[in-house]
Each structure stands twice: as C-alpha cells, then as structure tokens.
C-alpha cells in the first residue's frame, strides 16, 4: 500500500502569517484526510476531502486536492501558536484497503 | 464511551517481559487500527481490524506482535519478550465503515528498561 509524502517535514512561521504543507501520493484514491497531532499523542482529524473534490474548508483550514497531479495542501490561515503541531495526510484507496499515513509536517507557529 | 480509550496510558516494562495493551473503541465503528510511533516520527501501521473479516496483520513487525479483537469491541495488542527497539507510542483508532475520519485514543507510551 501507498504511503503519502508530505512537505515540508519542518516549517516555522511567525503568528498571523498562513502556512501551507502539502501531501503528495502514487496511485488513486477514494479519499484523503489531515489529521493533527500534539505532543506526540493521538491525533485530531481535521477534514476529508474526496476524490471527486477539488477544494474544501472548515474554519482557517482551506484544503484542496489535484487528482491529476495525486497531491494535496492544507492551507491553515492566520496561524495562531496553538497551531504548533505536527500535521499527516492519510490516503484511503476505499474499500477495506486500510488508511495509511504520509510521513508528518512539523509546524512551529512563533508568538 | 464519547471517544476512544486506551490503557494504560504509560508502561515501563524490563526487557523480556511481555506486555498487553488495550483499546476500547467508540461504538459502533467497525474498523479498529493499530499504529506505532517512534519519538519524531511518522505512523507505523501495525494492524487492522474490520468487521467480522480476517484483520490485516500484514504490518506486525516480527511473530512476537499480536493483537485480538472481539466482535466489533475492544482490542489487544500484545508484545511478547519485549525488547528495547519496542519503545514507542501505541496509537488505536476506530472508525465507522465507509469514508470517515478516525478517531484517536491517547495511546500507550511503552517503555523498555
């Protein structure tokens, strides 16, 4: 099974400013989530996009998907300290295919 | 339960001991994963459970990794002889079947002395 590459592995930003990490995969998909993780612990889902979307939102996060090109970016806006965290893509090929995760970016948002 | 539930949050465990950890999911769902992470590193799938199917063991990393799942409620991962290279953060996370996201327990953080 796939596994998504995401970039940057590491970014810092300065507060307010947006940032945007994007998730690249080899073969099609039924779906594609983010999640959040802090601490090293559980992490939070965050959105699903599907395959036939291009773009999706909820709150500061804006993410789109490229079917053609099997990439998307999460876009968080405005970013705030309590961003700080580590953010992965995860790829569903559908079915009873387990999810699988890409490799994390690691954001540090500064006050 | 409102989330996902995992026991004990922390294990300090002597090598060549055998330990068991465990993962209430929410209910309902039918899919139940298990994920290993190293410290600053990605997920490592370990194995998953759907439904009344055969799981998918195809990420236990040796023989001494093994997880049982009763019906569609709680779950066992047990490492046999531990070694220190087991070390890490065990992640259960369930899901209803079909597209949907996960949901994450806190995970097991399992050291080996």
């Known amino acids: 099974s796939q596994q998504g590459e995401e970039d940057p592995q590491a970014l810092s930003i300065q507060e307010g400013e947006n940032a945007t990490m994007n998730c690249s995969y080899k073969?099609?998909?039924?779906?594609l989530q983010w999640y959040r993780q802090n601490s090293g612990r559980g992490l939070v889902h965050l959105i699903l996009i599907r395959s036939n979307e291009r773009e999706k939102h909820s709150g500061r996060l804006r993410v789109t998907l490229d079917t053609s090109k099997k990439s998307s970016s999460l876009l968080i806006t405005a970013s705030r300290a309590a961003d700080t965290a580590s953010y992965f893509c995860a790829l569903d090929s559908g079915g009873y295919q387990k999810v699988t995760f890409g490799t994390g970016t690691k954001l540090q948002v500064i006050p | 339960g409102a989330g996902v539930s995992q026991s004990p949050s922390n294990k300090v465990t002597e090598k060549g001991k055998d330990v068991e950890l465990r993962c209430d999911p929410i209910?309902?769902?039918?899919?139940l994963y298990w994920y290993r992470q190293r410290l600053g590193q990605g997920l490592e799938f370990l194995i998953y459970?759907?439904?009344?199917?055969?799981?998918?063991k195809s990420g236990l990393p040796s023989d001494r990794f093994s997880a049982e799942r009763t019906g569609e409620s709680v779950s066992t991962l047990t490492i046999q002889r531990t070694q220190q290279e087991d070390s890490a953060v065990y992640l259960c996370?369930?899901?209803?079947?079909?597209?949907?996201?996960?949901?994450f327990g806190s995970g097991t953080r399992l050291t080996v002395v």
């Open positions: 209910s309902g769902h039918t899919a």
């Open positions: 073969t099609s998909i039924n779906n």
């Open positions: 996370a369930s899901s209803l079947a079909g597209p949907s996201g996960y949901t």
């Open positions: 459970f759907q439904g009344n199917s055969a799981p998918d």
